[in-house]
């Protein structure tokens, strides 16, 4: 693993992949939304080059992985840990809200997937954060569920479409994971839930080990009652 974008490595799965990656001796470019944080974040040794978004500009999350390609002189592999929580039954949530959930759990997530195509070559691979809410949606979650699903859905297709060009894509459906995803949510209170696994032993087992698989069937992680922190 040469060369890798991880994009929402301000959050707490995208950080923890980029350090790992980063002691791996992989070259790392940054693309998060807060810019202090992602700063801090860039100064690992060598300072990793880094790129601020908005997951409501499409075209700019598009642009991410052509920005990384110059930034490091190729691109071989990309992590998209980008997501936001969201809680209530269908009638409580209201339009901006769902619309929001929509956007960046699954919208900015297809667009940075979209721009990465391109520039991606043979042997190169996609790690994407669903969620273990697309295998076991709970009440209370359904705009969530629905963002994540439809996610999970169109890299399904696009996995079977890249299949015969030697460009992997890997949907990873991290479970429950501790580390405060739900006390961030833009809408509604989250149910009590249990203590949620260790997420640097879930992010090196499910989202960067299957990265330097063999090409074979997506991954996805046991279920578990939520996605994954992401940001």
């Not at 391109?118 to 691979?125: D, I, K, Q, R, T």
């Not at 709970?138 to 890299?155: E, I, N, R, V």
């Amino acid at each position: 693993m040469n060369a890798v974008l991880v994009v929402g490595a301000t959050g707490t799965v995208g950080g923890l992949a980029a350090r790992a990656l980063h002691r791996q001796g992989a070259s790392v470019a940054l693309a998060g939304r807060n810019a202090e944080r992602l700063a801090d974040r860039s100064r690992l040794p060598g300072d990793c080059p880094r790129r601020v978004f908005d997951a409501y500009d499409l075209d700019g999350c598009a642009a991410l992985a052509p920005w990384a390609v110059r930034s490091l002189g190729r691109l071989d592999r990309v992590v998209v840990a980008v997501g936001v929580a969201g809680f209530g039954r269908a009638e409580s949530v209201d339009e901006a809200a769902a619309e929001h959930l929509m956007t960046v759990n699954a919208l900015a997530p297809m667009a940075v997937v979209r721009g990465a195509l391109p520039v991606l070559e043979a042997g190169g691979a996609i790690g994407v954060v669903t969620g273990s809410v697309v295998d076991a949606p709970p009440q209370g979650m359904a705009d969530y569920a629905a963002a994540k699903t439809a996610l999970a859905t169109w890299l399904g297709v696009v996995g079977r479409e890249q299949r015969a060009r030697g460009v992997r894509i890997v949907d990873v459906r991290l479970p429950h994971l501790e580390g405060g995803f739900t006390a961030r949510a833009v809408t509604g209170e989250p149910p009590r839930l249990p203590p949620g696994a260790d997420p640097a032993a879930e992010v090196e087992r499910h989202l960067l080990a299957p990265l330097t698989d063999a090409p074979g069937r997506p991954h996805r992680a046991s279920p578990g009652l939520l996605g994954a922190p992401q940001a």
